[in-house]
């Protein structure tokens, strides 16, 4: 008696799903729609095409934080470029400089230049000393009188035989190594009398 209730079910459980044994020419029945007819972007991906004239960027949160908008953007080029609207480099970095971001220069710089510029920026680096092409003092007078904003162009997209450090090193980073650079710059031409009263027994 149990078998042959299990065979009716499973007999109208086919007739149910539209297994009626024959071929039919019909759209089959679309229980669950699902939004499969919307026009889509690309299949699987977006229900809904972009409207017209604009372009798809971030995610939900990108909409919402003002923050990642900027970061998605960019629009700061003095930020972000190193550079005035009208395309001439900055001369002042944009950022407040003080003690903490002076160490993390300090940080950044032996972390990503000193294998080439060595730890005083004079040039002879590991990677120089192992036959790389040797870079310029940093302390020279040339450099000296750079703006700060193309310091800044150089590390973010190198410079002949300089690679490019812009994927690795954060924008607020790369002028955090442009502050320490400016350091490292006054500590090759500087002189005793630059040395405050309180730190001198430090030196001496
Ligand atoms: C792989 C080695 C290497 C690393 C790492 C490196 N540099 Fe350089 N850098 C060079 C070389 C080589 C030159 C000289 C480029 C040339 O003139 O061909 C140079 C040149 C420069 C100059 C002078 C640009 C000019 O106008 O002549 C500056 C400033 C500079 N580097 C800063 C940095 C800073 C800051 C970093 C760390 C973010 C860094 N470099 C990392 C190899 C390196």
Same mark, same amino acid.
């Given at each position: ?45 977006? @229900? ?5 004239? @604009? ?21 700061? #080029? @003095? ?9 001439? +480099?900055?001369? @002042? ?11 993390? !220069? ?7 230049? #000193? ?5 005083? !920026? ?9 036959? +790389? ?15 700060? !904003? ?39 031409? !500087? ?14």
């Amino acid at each position: 008696m149990q078998k042959c209730l299990g065979l009716v079910c499973l007999g109208v459980l086919f007739v149910l799903s539209g297994c009626r044994g024959a071929r039919s020419e019909k759209t089959p029945f679309h229980l669950n729609p699902n939004f499969d007819w919307q026009p889509k972007y690309k299949a699987q991906m977006l @229900t809904s095409l972009p409207p017209e004239g @604009t372009v798809i960027w971030g995610n939900e949160h990108s909409f919402s934080s003002a923050k990642s908008r900027e970061q998605y953007l960019k629009e700061d #080029a @003095t930020f972000y470029n190193g550079k005035l609207a009208n395309g001439s +480099f900055v001369s @002042t970095i944009p950022l407040k400089v003080d003690e903490a971001f002076m160490k993390r !220069g300090q940080e950044r710089f032996n972390i990503y230049c #000193a294998v080439c510029h060595d730890q005083s !920026g004079t040039g002879h680096g590991l990677v120089v000393q192992r036959g +790389f092409a040797p870079p310029p003092n940093l302390g020279d007078e040339r450099l000296l009188t750079v703006q700060d !904003g193309y310091l800044f162009d150089v590390i973010s997209h190198g410079i002949r035989n300089m690679p490019a450090y812009a994927k690795q090193i954060p924008e607020a980073d790369r002028w955090a190594i442009v502050a320490y650079v400016r350091a490292l710059q006054k500590v090759q031409h !500087g002189s005793v009398e630059d040395v405050p009263e309180s730190s001198l027994k430090e030196i001496k």
